[in-house]
Each structure stands twice: as structure tokens, then as C-alpha cells.
């Protein structure tokens, strides 16, 4: 009865993902367009993410605008990474490390963002210094609300980019760890015995994406009614919606391929298929989301006010309150 199910089984539903000649071959009309329509959704985002990195270039001052060039192209890295991967299945390992190792930057970069939105480092501490920040805030303490107010200082300011920062410099090493690993044979995303890298290597990944994404949270929480002028709220949920893509909605196609749940399709194995449909989805979405992104990044703003000067605007803002509520 086994042989009978395994002779029923396709050998390409067995083997490694295919060669990217072998994929060009299989290709029918249908499909050909529609690699092809995927391919120039990846070269605008390209493009025009060049474009937005020579306006801010030359628009915006220098601190600022390597934070923007950064933070803004997370989503046509992903796309031309996921185009490559498309192209080229054998290379998803190498394309998918490139490309969360940058989300990782990312990550550490948004947090950068908003303080030096408010003024860099030393306006951010003179502006919030001995103020109490909720911590309270997702991913990981969004329900323990007995949890204290913590006052800001320049010592808790630096344990929060160190824990944003950790993701950037860990991921990337340990990215790196698992591409040599999987060159040699010993990193298998199908592997879940004990004994596998994988099970170890991908679960401490997910326990770093966790504590990093926590800083940031923090100080958006805390922050993001002075940042509403300058569209930081805007910005922060296009990060929020790529981190939710690219990693979230992955890993569950991932788990989907794994589970066979994602049926074989010949030259596809059900997990090379699972991983070309990831990437197909991805280019459409790191393509809208560039779209958004250029009206959000490809624009000057005014400096934000001092905290003084939000003191007399709010002082002169109760006064005419006050003298409105006489009159009626």
C-alpha cells in the first residue's frame, strides 16, 4: 500500500527547488505575463525610491536624510529582493536574508526617526526628560497594564536603542550563520527534530524581533501626539504593515507549504511553491506600499517647535478658549 502512495507521488515533488532555466521552460502564456508584470512592479518601485533618495538628498538636511533613505526603502528592497527570488527559486535563502536583514536596520532606523524628529538626542532629553513613559505597549507587554510609569533619562534612552539595535546587528549575524549552515547541507526549514538548526536558529530570531520592536513602540506611544504634523503616525503604520508582511504573513506560507497544505506543482515542490507564492504576493505589496510611501517620504517639513513654544501656542490656545466661552 506505501509503494502504491509513493509511486503516486511526482519525483519533482521530492527534489530541490528548480533552476531558473528549468522554470523559464515550464512557462506558459499566462505565466510568462505575469512574471513579467511582476518584474516592472519591482523596477518602478526601484525607481522611484531612487528618485525619492535624490529629492531627499538635496532637500533635506544631513542628519535626517540618511534616516529617511533608510527607513523608506524597506519596501523595493523587499520587492526587487522577492523579484530575484522569483526568477531564481534555488536563491530565496540568499534573497530572504538580504532582505530581513535590512528590515532589521529598519527597525533600529524608526526608532532613530523619531528622535531626531524631536530634536536628536539632546532635544529629545531636554524635551522629555523626567517625564514618565508608558511601557505598557506591544509586542511584548501590551497587557500587563500594572506595569509602572518609567521616567525618561539619558540612561533609559540608551538601553532602548540598544534593544532596538541588538535585532539589527544579531539578525544579520545569525543570517549569515544559517546561509553558510544551509550551503553545507545543515539548515533545513523542513527540519523540526531537535537536532536541526533551524528549530534553534529561527525561534531565537523570533525572541529578538520581539524584544526590538518593543523600544520602538515605546517611544512611538509616547511621542506620536508632537509627531502627527511631520506624518510619523502614517509612516509608522507602513513600517508596522511591512513587518507584518514580511515576516508574519511568510512564515505563515511557510507553515502552509510545510503542512503540504500548499499542494506540489510540478517543476515546484509544495515548498519551493509555497516560497514562489510568498514572493508573488510580496512584489504586489511592497509595490503599493511604495506608492504610499512616496507621498509620506517626498516632502519638506517645517522644524518642530520647541517645547516651549508648544507651551505659549497651548497657553494662547486656553486663553482664547476662555475669553470664547466669556463672550457666549
Known amino acids: 500500500m506505501e509503494e502504491t502512495l509513493n509511486g503516486t507521488i511526482h519525483p519533482a515533488c521530492l527534489q530541490e ?9 515550464q512557462m506558459d502564456v499566462f505565466d510568462f505575463s505575469l512574471y513579467s508584470m511582476l518584474t516592472l512592479m519591482s ?3 526601484l525607481l522611484l525610491y531612487l528618485e525619492q533618495c535624490v529629492f531627499i538628498y538635496k532637500k533635506l538636511p544631513k542628519p535626517k536624510k540618511t534616516t529617511l533613505i533608510w527607513t523608506s526603502g524597506a519596501a523595493p528592497v523587499i520587492a526587487v529582493m522577492s523579484c530575484f527570488g522569483m526568477w531564481i527559486p534555488r536563491a530565496v535563502m540568499i534573497t530572504d536574508m538580504t532582505s530581513n536583514c535590512y528590515f532589521a536596520v529598519v527597525v533600529y532606523k524608526i526608532l532613530v526617526l523619531m528622535i531626531e524628529e524631536l530634536g536628536g538626542t539632546n532635544g529629545f532629553l531636554e524635551r522629555f526628560t523626567g517625564e514618565t513613559f508608558l511601557i505598557s505597549t506591544g509586542p511584548c507587554c501590551c497587557c500587563c497594564r500594572c ?3 518609567v521616567p525618561m533619562s539619558r540612561r533609559l534612552l540608551f538601553w532602548l536603542k540598544v534593544g532596538a539595535l541588538q535585532y539589527a546587528i544579531l539578525k544579520t549575524v545569525l543570517s549569515i550563520v544559517a546561509v553558510v549552515l ?3 547541507g545543515n539548515f533545513d526549514l523542513s527540519d523540526l ?3 536541526g538548526t533551524a528549530i534553534w536558529i529561527n525561534p531565537f530570531i523570533g525572541v529578538l524581533t520581539i524584544i526590538s520592536l518593543w523600544p520602538v513602540a515605546i517611544i512611538f506611544m509616547n511621542t506620536n501626539r508632537y509627531l502627527r504634523g511631520l506624518n510619523m503616525v502614517p509612516k509608522y503604520a507602513m513600517y508596522q504593515l511591512v513587518l507584518v508582511l514580511s515576516q508574519l504573513q511568510t512564515s505563515i506560507i511557510n507553515i502552509l507549504a510545510l503542512d503540504g497544505t500548499i499542494a506540489c506543482s510540478p517543476p515546484f515542490s509544495s515548498q519551493a511553491r509555497g516560497s514562489m507564492l510568498s514572493q508573488q504576493m510580496m512584489i504586489m505589496e511592497m509595490f503599493i506600499i511604495c506608492l504610499v510611501n512616496r507621498f509620506l517620504y517626498r516632502r519638506t517639513y517645517d522644524a518642530l517647535p520647541s517645547e516651549e513654544q508648544d507651551n505659549d501656542q497651548n497657553a494662547k490656545f486656553d486663553e482664547q478658549k476662555v475669553l470664547e466661552e466669556h463672550d457666549v
Open 17 to 25: 527547488p528548480p533552476l531558473a532555466i528549468d522554470v523559464i521552460r
Open 43 to 45: 523596477c518602478i518601485s
Open 147 to 149: 506595569l509602572p510609569r
Open 182 to 184: 544551509w550551503t553545507n
Open 193 to 195: 527534530e531537535i537536532t
